[in-house]
């Protein structure tokens, strides 16, 4: 298939990625990266439960993506949102929710409300585990 346009312009650097990619991507699907992060929710799912909360559902899957943990604290349904970090090289591991990713958890959060009705309150918590 032909390229047009950029007619003269040089040819990409062979030792640079076409494309920008993000340092977290090229790790994110690691078996060890995947590994660490069910550890984490593991990990956060006792600690909710030893703090009184009562797991309702861990990775609720809806169309707009996965919620780590829904749980009860009292009658407040709370999407719990776990990060995990190996080092602190990136920054603490709650600073990777980022408003993109919280509008994500948002719409999955309303989703699952859709087919699961609350009638109390509900919060968006993050465990960070750096």
């Given at each position: 298939m032909a390229r047009s346009g950029g007619g003269g312009a040089e040819p990409p650097d062979p030792?640079?990625?076409?494309?920008?990619?993000?340092?977290?991507?090229?790790?994110?699907?690691?078996p060890h990266n995947r590994a660490r992060g069910a550890s984490a929710e593991a990990d956060a799912r006792r600690?909710?439960?030893?703090?009184?909360?009562?797991?309702?559902?861990?990775?609720?899957v809806t169309k707009a993506g996965e919620i780590d943990l829904v749980a009860l604290d009292g009658d407040t349904l709370c999407f719990?949102?776990?990060?995990?970090?190996?080092?602190?090289a990136f920054g603490p591991a709650i600073a990777a929710v980022d408003a993109r990713k919280?509008?994500?958890?948002?719409r999955?959060?309303?989703?699952?409300?859709a087919h699961h009705p609350h009638d109390g309150p509900c919060r968006f918590d993050v465990l960070g585990l750096d």
């Open positions: 030792g640079r990625p076409a494309t920008p990619v993000s340092p977290h991507r090229e790790f994110r699907d690691q600690w909710l439960e030893r703090h009184g909360y009562v797991v309702v559902v861990a990775n609720a719990v949102e776990v990060k995990a970090r190996a080092g602190l919280q509008h994500r958890l948002a999955a959060a309303a989703l699952w409300l």
